[in-house]
Nanobody, 126 residues
Framework: QVSLVESGGGLVQAGGSLRLSCAPSGRTFRDYAMGWFRQAPGKGRDVVAAISWSGGTTFYADSVKGRFAISRDNAKNTVFLQMNSLKPEDTAAYYC???????????????????WGQGTQVTVSS
């Protein structure tokens, strides 16, 4: 069983930055593909970014390209989401996800993932 714990959310002004972290527990996640999703109130859960097990392949939603960066440190068992130039429309609960299936890819759909964190809230004020 893999448990995922997100941290780093908070309240920030438009144009500011936040760095989210996700630290799986229960086992090493070296051979897991990882992703970040977000869900705003009344909306579905959408992919933000994804990364393969090695970090060599990444995926970004069009809405965050050039502003967000996903990375991972397998030695520290942690995946990060650096969010810059934040906008009010980035306000959402952000979720970390993991899967051992097709771990060599950066997977961009909800159904690709087996494990989910509880989420961390990001609020961007205008």
């Amino acid at each position: 069983q893999v448990s995922l714990v997100e941290s780093g959310g908070g309240l920030v002004q438009a144009g500011g930055s936040l760095r989210l972290s996700c630290a799986p527990s229960g086992r090493t996640f070296r051979d897991y593909a990882m992703g970040w999703f977000r869900q705003a109130p009344g909306k579905g859960r959408d992919v933000v970014a994804a990364i393969s097990w090695s970090g060599g392949t990444t995926f970004y939603a069009d809405s965050v390209k050039g502003r967000f960066a996903i990375s991972r440190d397998n030695a520290k068992n942690t995946v990060f989401l650096q969010m810059n130039s934040l906008k009010p429309e980035d306000t959402a609960a952000y979720y970390c996800a993991a899967t051992h299936d097709r771990y060599w890819e950066a997977l961009s759909t909800i159904d690709d993932y087996n494990y989910w964190g509880q989420g961390t809230q990001v609020t961007v004020s205008s």
